[in-house]
């Protein structure tokens, strides 16, 4: 027995993390009696919270009516429109996000469930966490570093508070395991092919689209349902389809290697599986709107 294997008592480690998420326009607003938002969808996740006055919200042809402290949770793609429904003002708290997190995106589009009231048990564990979001968007110099750490902080908080509420949910309303577990083998098969592209078919050309599709073919093949139930059973469990969740799994592979000092964007290329750097400049540009050499310089990398 070596002195470390003597000495080594107990040890407790926390679980490697690899996950990204955006918030995108989070506002409080205040509107007169009148106001109104038309028709409209997105492919993000949505937390409406109101603070004054009453809303009228239809989803996906259902109504609902929001009283002070009542939360509405929207998923990619849902069809919504809203309308100040009082008789005076009403001020709300709009927060749009996404994340990759698989586990994460998996309970929240499995959950059918869009309003919760004021008393509701998710309510009260994500609302001290829309507080604090909250106050940071309404206070001054929010472009401090600080003050996006904490916003940071506070949107970690939201997050967790919403795995453990829907978790809780779903294990009370117990939903179909075997959508789940489909949808959860295409995602890791997705998964191991960005890892391993030379393992996996992940080559490419100059139609990107013809490859993803081939790729997602190579995965769902095995699985004993058509093309279009996969597809069908994946967008209903994490709120997208096979092929995008593969770009994000690619964007953001490259994005985490582009941040390696040590590794020319040749490299990265060849490690995403593409045939030469031209290829991956030209994707990554379509991703990101900038080539992959001034995403890297904007890291001073």
Known sequence: MNISEEHHIAEFMLPDMDSTFQVFAAHLRTVTHNWSYPSHTHPLFEVNLLLAGRQEM?????????????????????????????????TYYCLHFNVDDRVMREMLCQGRQFYFGESSPLVRTIRPSLDKLIALTSGKETEKLANKMRALSAVFELFAGLGESLAEQERADNPGSRMTRIAAEIAAGL?????APEDERLADREDSADASRETVAAVTENLGYSASSCNRMFH??????????????????AKLLLMEPALSVEEISIRLGYKD?????????????EPPGKFRARFHI
């Open 191 to 195: 998964e191991r092919c960005v890892e």
């Open 58 to 90: 239809t989803v996906n042809g259902q109504r609902f009516v929001q009283e002070p402290g009542d939360i509405m949770i929207l998923r990619p793609e849902d069809v919504h429109e809203s309308r100040a429904a009082g008789s005076g003002r009403m």
């Open 277 to 289: 750097i031209a290829h991956f400049s030209r994707q990554f540009k379509r991703w990101t709107g």
């Open 236 to 253: 209903r469990v994490y709120g997208m389809s096979p092929r995008q969740y593969l770009s994000a799994l690619k964007l953001k592979k």
